[in-house]
């Protein structure tokens, strides 16, 4: 079985924690503090922060930034439901936009649309899906007409470009994941990168008891922090991403090249965007998803549905006193391409023999 994703450890991650664990600073070293500056010179921006999780750094941000019970924050129907569930965390009420038939992320003109039904929002929280950006000049233009904060899920989307710029810079905040499923990772792990010093230092405080010098605690936070042991994996990973991205690109161009079915749309890569595929999601004209994974799975190869539902229908959801009543009628692209997607493998651990092989099936699937 090909499969549809496969963390890339090397003898290095397996010697940076071996190290690690004979040293004894299990916690709190150098390996935490070295990463943090390493991912912020990656980005050329920010003050980075590790934390235990893609879901922490996102409620992190979203707190470091002062948002709080209450506070409406417009962000997409169609993502990985954490990007929703830490806006609740926080407090805040989860306004659902919907998203653009090209990229599926975000839709700019879903966001104005909201805009204009609520007054007082506070915040956008976009999500880079697959690994592509959304579109930065649209949604930077609204934030700031608007006076919104603006915080970056960049989840999926680690050293993707828009216009040359690295994702995670555009926002006050944004928020990376390390989970094995992701363009690098740390088993699991996070990073939240702050526009602004102070706001950085706020959410320095918030991952550990919001500490202020020994033994002082200044107000309550949270024990968010990444160990030595997968900052040590990160610092492995990080050296390799541009390298793992390119391979994700060769194979992402192999594809574009050489599918070929009329029932079967390929993802395209936006212009001005550097996509870095997370995933590679077709969209299966004509109801025949399901019979396309079945297929797939009888010739050995992986695939995935991110995602087979909206996050607001969510029972989780649904089951909330804030969820507008009329939520679904916004979410027409939605609701139409989550019927359709489906991932096939893309990440760098798939070999030339294997990307053919699944190229071969995708075209001889018969409808
Ligand atoms: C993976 C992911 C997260 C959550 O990251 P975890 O490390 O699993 O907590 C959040 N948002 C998106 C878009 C993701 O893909």
Redesign the pocket.
């Known amino acids: 079985m090909i499969k549809i994703a496969q963390p890339q450890i090397g003898q290095e991650e397996i010697n940076a924690v071996s190290a690690v664990l004979k040293s004894g600073q299990l916690a709190s070293g150098e390996n935490v503090l070295q990463f943090q500056r390493a991912f912020s010179e990656y980005l050329r921006h920010g003050f980075c922060i590790a934390v235990s999780?893609?879901?922490t750094a996102?409620e992190i941000a979203l707190r470091a930034l002062g948002i709080k019970e209450g506070d409406k924050i417009i962000t997409t129907a169609y993502?990985?439901i954490?990007?929703a569930n830490v806006i609740v965390h926080v407090g805040g009420i989860p306004l659902f936009a919907d998203i653009d038939e090209t990229t599926l992320n975000i839709s700019a003109d879903s966001i104005e649309q909201i805009l204009q039904e609520h007054v007082g929002v506070k915040a956008i929280v976009i999500?880079h899906l697959f690994g592509q950006s959304c579109d930065m000049d649209k949604i930077t233009e609204i934030a700031n007409r608007h006076r919104l904060l603006l915080i970056e899920?960049c989840?999926?989307a680690h050293g993707a470009e828009w216009k040359g710029r690295k994702l995670g810079t555009f926002g006050d905040a944004g928020a990376f994941?390390?989970?094995p499923t992701?363009n690098m990772t740390t088993a699991?792990g996070?990073m939240v990168v702050m526009k602004d010093e102070k706001a950085a230092g706020f959410a320095r405080q918030l991952i550990q008891h919001g500490i202020k010098g020994r033994n002082q605690f200044e107000f309550i936070g949270y024990n968010y922090r990444l160990s030595e042991i997968a900052a040590a994996i990160g610092l492995c990973q990080l050296k390799k991403l541009d390298h793992f991205n390119s391979v994700r690109r060769k194979n992402a161009t192999y594809y574009d090249e050489n599918i070929a079915h009329c029932n079967i749309i390929k993802p395209q890569e936006v212009r001005g965007v550097r996509h870095v595929y997370n995933q590679y999601a077709l969209r299966i004209l004509n109801g025949k998803r399901d019979s396309f994974i079945a297929y797939m799975e009888k010739e050995g190869i992986g695939t995935s549905i991110y995602y087979p539902y909206s996050i607001p229908e969510q029972a989780c959801y649904r089951s909330t006193d804030f969820l507008e009543k009329e939520y679904d009628k916004r979410l027409e692209v939605t609701n139409r391409m989550k019927h359709e997607v489906v991932s096939i493998p893309v990440h760098p651990g798939v070999i030339q023999d294997e990307i053919e092989r699944i190229v071969t099936a995708i075209n001889h699937f018969e409808v």
């Open positions: 999780s893609g879901t996102l993502s990985f954490a990007t999500v899920d989840a999926q994941s390390f989970y992701k699991e996070g």
